[in-house]
């Protein structure tokens, strides 16, 4: 069982991972612990002995180890039975004198030899997992995974295939494309009530400590309504897996990400916090009551938006830059017709007015559609502020940022890949320096990333020695030096092609 690792970027670990970095074997069990009842799982296996039929589903160690294997179905399982062979897993962890008092249980070493050897079945990749797994754990039938984490399972897809059309085929079609989007809607949703700021820190410990059981459904089904689209707006998922959020001209207000922000607040506080909202909401009256409560709080935001000439349609999901908004909202509105919605049709002068306002687009550091990987919480704040800031209209933060970016993603790929000892003994205690990394990285390319994107990062690293690594650097600049637009852009444009590939690694 030595040989067999957990997976750290299983599923049921995507909530914890916002608060902090699951980077090995010891992290993942104790989050494992916290969140997955896996102490009610070793006493089972005390009570009645490890069914030797449960098989682990795992693949060969993905950073090239040799010897050993990870499992990607049979997590919590693992960590009972490596628990129960060594309590001292958890030392230091508030669970532990919990797991140690199972040794002195009666059935204690006739249940251990039950689990000295487990069956596993060693598959080549998690692609030909896919469809397994999907219809174990995202099937109505069998709800072993809770529906956030359902819909982190198949968020992961997406960050390599990158459509909901892509990943319904990874996973040979054992999942209809709306109960695919249903799944990645509640996850999406939730994430997005996570990161809102409103949030004390008794609060937001309380949502992440729930986030299994937090009631998501109450306000999907409460959003979902023909009041609620009508009267406030339509928010549901694209074919990329992000939110979309519509005013229609029924609306009686218009929305945008800022008033988006508070409409979520407001339905997260009423059903999460305080459970305002039941179950199902079969009081109509008292919703339509609460729907007015909308119309009424939110109204001069409405009126403000009006000004601005957003006009009644707004996204916040961020599309393939190789498509226009135009072309997007117009392929959903043909899908939606497909499905029997009754989405009014929209006038050329409307369509005129997104174009203009898809002209307008601000562009951000990190777009929107880069998957940030949560191996790190570090990298995940520090990716997530970046999808925020303008990088045209603040330069000198944006340089700061794509250093600190580079550097983070760089250092934690060598410790994946096993280099950091070579690192070290190359550089010693300047193993540490961006400009040893950056040194590093390119003299050793084909042992950090995958065969294909090898040249591509090698030429950007080059390049940010070579010619741009002063602008990365502005504790070394003179006073006169100013940065231009344009060499943020290219700086931009190389931490891009360096993190796209560095990402897949995470």
């Known amino acids: ?74 997590n919590r399982r693992l960590s009972a039975c490596k628990l129960l062979l060594k309590p001292a897993l958890l030392k230091g962890s508030p669970e532990y004198n919990k797991f ?22 060693i598959l080549n990749n998690r692609s030909e997992a896919a469809s397994y797994l999907a219809s174990k754990h995202t099937s109505d039938s069998i709800r072993r995974w809770s529906p956030y984490t359902q819909g982190a399972y198949l ?19 054992s999942m209809p494309k709306n109960k695919i989007k249903e799944k990645l809607f509640h996850f999406e949703l939730t994430e997005e009530i996570l990161n809102l700021e409103c949030w004390n820190e008794k609060e937001l410990d309380f949502l992440m400590d729930n986030i299994d059981r937090l009631n998501v459904g109450a306000i999907i089904r409460f959003i979902s309504t ?31 990400k800022k008033t988006f922000k508070k409409v979520l607040e407001k339905l997260a506080r009423d059903t999460l916090i305080h459970e305002r909202l039941n179950t199902r909401q079969e009081n109509k009256e008292l919703m339509s009551k609460y729907l007015n409560e909308f119309v009424n709080e939110f109204k001069n935001d409405s009126n403000e938006i009006e000004s601005e000439e957003t006009d009644f349609i707004f996204t916040s999901a961020s599309y393939p830059e190789n498509k226009s908004h135009t072309t997007l909202v117009n392929e959903d509105r043909k899908e939606s017709k497909d499905e029997g919605d009754n989405m009014p049709s929209f006038s050329e002068e409307s369509n005129k007015k997104i174009t203009k306002l ?36 603040n330069l000198y933060s944006s340089s700061l940022m794509i250093r600190a970016i580079l550097e983070i993603t760089l250092k934690i790929v060598i410790k994946r890949k096993n280099q950091f000892s070579e690192l070290k003994k190359i550089y010693k205690e300047r193993a540490n320096d961006f400009a040893s990394i950056l040194n590093f990285v390119e003299k050793n390319t084909n042992k950090i990333v995958d065969d294909e994107d090898v040249k591509i990062v090698r030429h950007a690293v080059s390049d940010l020695q070579k010619q741009s690594k002063e602008l990365l650097n502005l504790t070394n600049h003179e006073d006169s030096q100013i940065l231009t637009e344009k060499e943020v852009e290219h700086v931009r444009a190389k931490m891009l092609e360096i993190i796209t590939a560095s990402f897949k690694q995470l």
């Not at 030595?2 to 980077?23: C, E, F, M, Y």
């Not at 968020?155 to 996973?171: A, H, M, P, T, W």
Request: positive net charge; aromatic residues 4%.
């Open 358 to 393: 898809a002209r307008k687009k601000v562009e951000k550091l990190l777009p929107q559609s880069i998957l940030i990987p949560r191996a790190n919480t570090k990298l995940l704040n520090i990716c997530t502020e970046a999808q925020k800031l303008s990088y045209k209209t």
């Open 226 to 256: 023909s009041e609620f689209v009508n009267t406030v707006c339509d928010i549901k998922i694209s074919d990329f897996g992000q939110l979309s959020i519509t005013s229609k001209p029924t609306s009686k207000l218009l929305v945008n």
């Open 1 to 74: 069982m030595s040989s067999i690792d957990l997976d750290l970027t299983n599923p049921r670990l995507a909530g914890i991972v916002k608060r902090q970095a699951i980077t090995n074997q010891k992290d993942a069990v104790i989050a494992l612990t916290k969140s997955a009842e896996v102490h009610s799982l070793c006493l089972s296996i005390i009570n009645n002995g490890y069914h030797p039929d449960e098989v682990l589903i795992a693949i060969n160690d993905e950073t090239g180890k040799s010897n050993r294997i990870t499992v990607i179905e049979g």
């Open 155 to 173: 968020r992961g897809f997406l960050f390599e295939y990158k459509s909901v059309d892509k990943v319904k085929v990874i996973l040979r079609n």
């Open 100 to 121: 140690q008092r199972l040794t002195k249980h009666d059935n204690y070493k006739e249940s251990i030899e039950t689990i000295k050897k487990l069956s596993v079945v």
